[in-house]
């Protein structure tokens, strides 16, 4: 059981740091500004539930994928953790350029429905999202496992869709300023993971060839 609750832990904390809603919201502010605030309601409920199908697609895909390319889990396991240690690194520079870069912001502003891109993807479903929910999928060893990691995504996607409501008055209560410290904190804790994911992969690696 004990085993059971630290997975349950460590893979929603994963998810939700990795996705960072609270991030988003300056950005989210800035691509919706011309909605009424029903339509930034509507577009923040799509561009939750598209980025948490995203997610789930590729985490149960997951092993066909690899299969597919011959890709061992301990290898993508490394992969996922440099790529998540490469996100920790700029959120401890309270940034987001390994998220969504400034074009696509520029781009995000132009356009009259930016639920599905940018907000979903890459925003809140980017790369290290996505392959963060396909290596705890590829790891769960059991149904309990697997629907854990399934209800992070959910519950993830949910407090996204609640930040983002919550956006102007989140913005006016902690300030650049404070959305940036929890930024830097997210980033700290996702750094520790990171290195727990390449930690345990290369194990894995050096065992099955060993």
């Given at each position: 059981m004990s085993n059971f609750l630290q997975f349950a832990l460590i893979t929603f904390t994963s998810v939700l740091f990795i996705v960072d809603p609270i991030a988003v919201i300056p950005t989210y502010l800035v691509i919706t500004r011309n909605e009424t605030p029903a339509q930034r309601r509507t577009t923040a409920v799509r561009a939750c539930i598209a980025a948490a199908v995203l997610m789930i697609v590729f985490g149960i895909a997951g092993r066909l994928i690899f299969r597919m390319f011959g890709i061992t889990l301990p290898a993508f396991r490394i992969a996922g953790g440099l790529i998540l240690w490469y996100v920790a690194m700029d959120m401890l520079r309270g940034q987001r350029s390994t998220q969504e870069s400034s074009t696509e912001i520029a781009e995000g502003a132009e356009k009259e429905d930016v639920?599905?891109?940018?907000?979903?993807?890459?925003?809140?479903?980017?790369?290290?999202?996505?392959?963060?929910?396909?290596?705890?999928?590829?790891?769960?060893?059991?149904?309990?496992?697997?629907?854990?990691?399934?209800?992070?995504?959910?519950?993830?996607?949910?407090?996204?869709?609640?930040?983002?409501?919550?956006?102007?008055?989140?913005?006016?209560?902690?300030?650049?300023?404070?959305?940036?410290?929890?930024?830097?904190?997210?980033?700290?804790?996702?750094?520790?993971?990171?290195?727990?994911?390449?930690?345990?992969?290369?194990?894995?690696?050096?065992?099955?060839?060993?």
């Amino acid at each position: 059981m004990s085993n059971f609750l630290q997975f349950a832990l460590i893979t929603f904390t994963s998810v939700l740091f990795i996705v960072d809603p609270i991030a988003v919201i300056p950005t989210y502010l800035v691509i919706t500004r011309n909605e009424t605030p029903a339509q930034r309601r509507t577009t923040a409920v799509r561009a939750c539930i598209a980025a948490a199908v995203l997610m789930i697609v590729f985490g149960i895909a997951g092993r066909l994928i690899f299969r597919m390319f011959g890709i061992t889990l301990p290898a993508f396991r490394i992969a996922g953790g440099l790529i998540l240690w490469y996100v920790a690194m700029d959120m401890l520079r309270g940034q987001r350029s390994t998220q969504e870069s400034s074009t696509e912001i520029a781009e995000g502003a132009e356009k009259e429905d930016v639920a599905l891109t940018p907000l979903a993807m890459p925003m809140l479903a980017g790369p290290g999202a996505i392959s963060t929910v396909m290596v705890l999928a590829s790891q769960a060893r059991s149904v309990p496992e697997a629907i854990v990691v399934y209800a992070s995504v959910v519950l993830t996607a949910a407090l996204s869709w609640g930040v983002l409501r919550l956006g102007e008055r989140l913005v006016v209560g902690l300030g650049q300023t404070g959305i940036r410290v929890m930024t830097r904190i997210m980033g700290l804790l996702l750094a520790a993971v990171a290195v727990q994911f390449v930690v345990t992969g290369a194990r894995d690696a050096f065992l099955t060839h060993g």
